[in-house]
Each structure stands twice: as structure tokens, then as C-alpha cells.
């Protein structure tokens, strides 16, 4: 019966209606696949940058600048900094997690807020705050204290999401087996939340080797601020060169360990099954005596810390520090670069969206791929790249905006492709193709159908664009045009300058742009999971 339906409903249509449709599909595959194909092989740019450096310089320079004590003692201080970082996040991230969705803790809800705020918040402020609080503190423990408060809710996110969304009745059997409540949480919950897990480890570790404010200010070397140190005093580019190829490697060592760790298994089971609210755990008095301080003490040093230290620099500044000359030209220039920034990264992201859903083969796999590696390396290669590439090639567009929002599109064009992926993965196929059979072009049918259904998903992608831009600084410090002050380096300036009560608006305005993203983010984890 079926194929004779079918059969039905294909006679019926026109023949040349169908011609035209099969025609309109191949020139709307041609231009989307280029399309895709550019936007690629740009993404490549840094990748190949590395690549191509460490082969024009040599195996007797490269031993002679990578192999020596220095190199040897960033290494050890990134190294430590990951290992002792991300178990610290995934311990924190997981106790605050079942606690706030898995027990009867008092508040638990506000606890759950608070524990995604800190996102609101960029890494390098809470350095700010920190030394501003406590002047001498600084090195590895500095780091690791700084680093957790200010990237564990990376881990809480997705634990918390994941945790909403499994089935009680697994635990009930486990229970029903003999095994008692703890040994349920390690043995049947715990390995359930392993993608979660290392999904966020992965963003955690590559802020870490990524980041450069929040360890130049505390005075803790990593390779990201030796190569900016090394690129900003003495323009040595061979010697930054090679700390950024050993950079990369890292990055791309992590996300070797990450899908290792992260294996094969299965977590979806077949059925619906019946829905079921999560159980929660009763907690007695004592354990409530003991669990609440973990909540307040992580809000307190996440949130009041850089909060109150702001307050009171803002405070001592009085309405002076609002009236510096630069504080408006840089929420201009910062609302104009992410706007500009979230624009073109969305528009580039279309083809490539377009085509994972559409047309899902191996080749179009392997060219969003490439978006995805190139973005997991640290803003700092990826302009030392661009650096390099525009005074040795494009020599017209070096130190312009145009440098500046191609360094933004590399690094952020994943944010806007996840979400785009979304919204037309949710727009039926069968709309677009009525559209090409009744004379519409392609692109039109892509822009008037599609693009209309998928419009939410493609404004949350820039939105996330647009708040990752507001908040960079390593790639807009190299590479922006003298006279460029964005939020984010204007506050640079001032810290640099010791003048902490200067830099207090522009962490204020930054925060303030960043709470609109942070509250989005907490909303659909809670919307994902039907809550």
C-alpha cells in the first residue's frame, strides 16, 4: 500500500515541476557546498600556520628554541595547572549538581541560579577582584583557586541538564538488587553522566591552556603569556612561533584524551518508557549542616568576591571613573565589533549548518569538523596565524577591523554553528523542497523557508557570538588598529596601569552585557530537560 501512495503522489506532481526541483537542488549543493568549502579552509588558517612554521624553521631551530629549561617550565606549570583544575571542576561541578537537583536542600533552587552566575562573570575579572582583595596572592595556587571558581559551572551545566533527564527507574533496579544508595551514585548515576563530564572538562581545559588575563595578572606563567610576552616585547616571531605550535599540540593532545575518555558506550535506552519525576533524596539534619556551606562558600567566593571588590572600587572612584573619556567610545567600539562579529560568523555558518543537516556525507562531516579543531586553539595562535599571514600575504589588511573580525569568526564560528545546526535540523525538509517545485530559487526558498524556522536557533548563536566577542582579549589586543578600545582592553589598560578604581566601569559594563547570556544558558538547560 505504501508504494502505491507514493506512486500516487509522485504521478501527480508535473514532470517538469519535479526537473526543476532536482535542478534547483543541485545548484543550491554547488554554492552552499563552496561556500562551505571557504569557510573551512579559513578555518584551517591557524592549523596550517603551525604546520607550515614548523617546517620552514627547521629541526635544528625548533630543537634549539623548544627544547630548554623555559619551555620545560611552562610546560610544567600548564600541565599542572589541567591536572590539578578539572578534577577540582568536576568534583565541585557534580556535588553542586546533585545537591541542587537530586536532594531536599533548603534553597536549592537559588543555589541553582547562583551556581551558573559566575559565567556572567569573565575569567580576567575575577583575577581583578582577587588581587585587589589580596595583593601578594599569586602562582599555581592562585591559579587553580582563580581558574575553578571561575570555570566550574562549565561542569555544573551539563552534570545538572544530564542529571533532570534520567530515568529514576534504573536506579530503583539497582536499589532492588541489593545495592545501597552510595553505591547506586557511583556504580549507575555517575557512569551515566560521563559525556556530560567530559564534555566539560573539555571546555574547562582548553579555557585553561587558552586563557591570558587572569594568569598575567596574577603572575603565573603559562605558555599563553609567554607568547604573548614574548610576541608583545620583542616581536621575536620564531620564538612565539614554536610556543604556539607546542600550544596546539596540547589543545589537540586534550581532545584526543577527551574522546578516548569519552568512548562508545550507549545512553539512550528504546522506548519512551513512562515519565517520571527524579527522585529526591531527604537529607538529615546533620547532612544538611554539612552540605549547605558548600553552596554558600562557592557563591560567596565566585560571586561576592569579585561583586563586592567591584563595589568598592567603584565606590572609591566615585562618579569620576564614569566620566573617563574612553569608557563610552569602548562600549561603542565593543557593541559594534560583537554586533559586526555575530553577523558574519552567523552568515558563515549557514552553509555549513545547512549541509551537516541536509546533506549529512563524509565530506560535509569533514568540513564542519575543521571548524571545531581550529576553534579548540587558544585565541593567541590563532592571531599570532593571522599576524603572520597578513604581514607576509595581505600586508593591506594587517592591524584593520577586517583582521579582527576574521580572528572572531575562526574562534567563535562553533557557537553559532551548534545552534544553527538546531533550529534547521527543526525546520521540515519537505517545505523547502515544496517551495523549489512552486519556481522559487534556491536561495530564495532557503532564506524565505528554512532560515525563517530556524531564525531562533540562528539569533541564539549570536547571541553566544556576541557575548564571546564582548569578552575576548588576547586576539583583539594583537590584532586590533592603534586607537581600537574595546571593553575588554580598555579594562586591560587600567589594570596594567595599577589604576583598579579606572577599570572598575568597564568590568561593570562587561558583566552587565554578560547577564543576559548567562540567564539564556540556565533557562534552556532547565527547558531541555521539560522542567
Known amino acids: 500500500m505504501v508504494p502505491e501512495r507514493t506512486e500516487l503522489v509522485d504521478s501527480a506532481i508535473p514532470a517538469t515541476l519535479r526537473q526543476r526541483s532536482r535542478a534547483s537542488k543541485g545548484r543550491v549543493s554547488a554554492w552552499v557546498v563552496g561556500l562551505s568549502v571557504l569557510v573551512s579552509l579559513l578555518a ?19 630543537e634549539a628554541l623548544v627544547f630548554r629549561p623555559r619551555v620545560a617550565e611552562l610546560l610544567v606549570n600548564t600541565v599542572l595547572l589541567v591536572v590539578i583544575t578539572i578534577p577540582l571542576c568536576i568534583a565541585l561541578g557534580v556535588a553542586l549538581a546533585w545537591l541542587t537537583e537530586r536532594s531536599d536542600l533548603p534553597g536549592r533552587r537559588l543555589w541553582s541560579l547562583l551556581a551558573v552566575a559566575p559565567l556572567a562573570v569573565p575569567a580576567f575579572v575575577h ?57 547506586v551514585f557511583f556504580r549507575v548515576v555517575v557512569p551515566q553522566l560521563r559525556l556530560a563530564i567530559c564534555g566539560g572538562a573539555l571546555l574547562v581545559g582548553l579555557h585553561l591552556l587558552a586563557e591570558y588575563g587572569l594568569y598575567a595578572m596574577i603572575r603565573f606563567d603559562t605558555f599563553t603569556t609567554a607568547i604573548f610576552d614574548q610576541f608583545k616585547s620583542t616581536f621575536n616571531g620564531p620564538a612565539a612561533n614554536m610556543l604556539a605550535g607546542v600550544l596546539a599540540l596540547c ?83 565593543t557593541l559594534l565589533l560583537a554586533s559586526a562579529g555575530a553577523i558574519i560568523t552567523t552568515c558563515a555558518a549557514i552553509p555549513v549548518a545547512w549541509l551537516s543537516i541536509r546533506s549529512p556525507g563524509r565530506l560535509h562531516r569533514i568540513l564542519e569538523s575543521c571548524n571545531y579543531i581550529t576553534s579548540s586553539l587558544p585565541g593567541i595562535v590563532v592571531a599570532l596565524a593571522l599576524v603572520t599571514i597578513t604581514i607576509n600575504f595581505a600586508r593591506p589588511i594587517y592591524q584593520t577591523t577586517l583582521t579582527v573580525l576574521l580572528a572572531y569568526l575562526l574562534m567563535f564560528l562553533p557557537r553559532a554553528l551548534v545552534s544553527l545546526r538546531a533550529g534547521i535540523a527543526q525546520a521540515p525538509v519537505e517545505l523547502e523542497n515544496m517551495a523549489r517545485s512552486l519556481g522559487r530559487s534556491p536561495s530564495r526558498a532557503l532564506w524565505l523557508i528554512t532560515m525563517r524556522l530556524a531564525a531562533p536557533g540562528a539569533a541564539a548563536g549570536a547571541a553566544l557570538v556576541f557575548l564571546a566577542i564582548t569578552n575576548e582579549l588576547t586576539a583583539t589586543l594583537l590584532l586590533a588598529p592603534n586607537g581600537t578600545r574595546t571593553l575588554a582592553t580598555g579594562f586591560w589598560a587600567m589594570t596594567s596601569e595599577i589604576d583598579y578604581a579606572a577599570a572598575a566601569p568597564y568590568a561593570l559594563l562587561m558583566i552587565l552585557l554578560s547577564l543576559p547570556l548567562t540567564g539564556l544558558l540556565y533557562h534552556q538547560s532547565k527547558r531541555t530537560a521539560g522542567r
Request: one cysteine or more; a positive charge; hydrophobic letters at 50%.
Open 127 to 183: 583575577s581583578y577582584a582577587w588581587v585587589s582583595l589580596v595583593p601578594p596572592i599569586h602562582g599555581l595556587f592562585a591559579g587553580v583557586l582563580v581558574s575553578v571558581i571561575a570555570y566550574f559551572p562549565f561542569l555544573y551545566l551539563p552534570v545538572s541538564a544530564t542529571l533532570r533527564r534520567l530515568d529514576p527507574a534504573i536506579e530503583d533496579v539497582a536499589e532492588s538488587l541489593g545495592l545501597k544508595p552510595w553505591a
Open 44 to 62: 584551517l588558517l591557524p592549523l596550517a600556520f603551525v604546520i607550515g612554521v614548523s617546517v620552514q624553521t627547521g629541526w635544528a631551530t625548533i
Open 251 to 333: 589543545c589537540l593532545l586534550m581532545l584526543t584524551f577527551e574522546s578516548a575518555c569519552r568512548g562508545n558506550a550507549r545512553y539512550a535506552r528504546v522506548g519512551s518508557g513512562s515519565p517520571r519525576l527524579q527522585r529526591m533524596v531527604r537529607l538529615s539534619r546533620k547532612v544538611k549542616a554539612l552540605a549547605l556551606p558548600l553552596p554558600i562558600i562557592t557563591s560567596v567566593l565566585a560571586l561576592g568576591v569579585p561583586l563586592i571588590t567591584l563595589g568598592n572600587w567603584l565606590i572609591a572612584g566615585g562618579v569620576e571613573v564614569w566620566g573617563q573619556s574612553d569608557v563610552l567610545p569602548a562600549l561603542k567600539q
